[in-house]
Nanobody, 124 residues
Framework: VQLQASGGGLVQAGGSLRLSCAAS????????MGWFRQAPGKEREFVAA????????DVADSVKGRFTISRNNAKNTAYLQMNSLKPEDTGIYSC??????????????????WGQGTQVTVSS
């Protein structure tokens, strides 16, 4: 599975961005897709995840009510809609996919494939 993330950029606080993660290859084997982010000097953290088959979603408490994850199976693409952005949302956002069934999806080790990161910068 190959993942290609896009959609990052520079936005003012309160603004919105939509990230995309296009999957190719053995996409039929994907169980979950997730988004993680890493700010300078901080550890990578879970942002959101979606079940590839059922569409069930989960988001981190820090972004709940502001970020929404979705997927379009026909386009083999997952999205992260980010609204009401804050400076603390700044970081490199990476998408990931797991092709093995796991109970969890909130940790980086739960994922098998990663796309390159896309930079999100929120100015105050």
């Amino acid at each position: 599975v190959q993942l290609q993330a896009s959609g990052g950029g520079l936005v003012q606080a309160g603004g919105s961005l939509r990230l995309s993660c296009a999957a190719s290859g053995r996409t039929f084997s994907i169980y979950h897709m997730g988004w993680f982010r890493q700010a300078p000097g901080k550890e990578r953290e879970f942002v959101a995840a979606t079940s590839w088959n059922t569409g069930r979603t989960d988001v981190a408490d820090s972004v709940k009510g502001r970020f929404t994850i979705s997927r379009n199976n026909a386009k083999n693409t997952a999205y992260l809609q980010m609204n009401s952005l804050k400076p603390e949302d700044t970081g490199i956002y990476s998408c990931a996919a797991t092709v093995r069934w796991r109970l969890g999806y909130r940790y980086a080790d739960d994922y098998d494939y990663w796309g390159q990161g896309t930079q999100v910068t929120v100015s105050s």
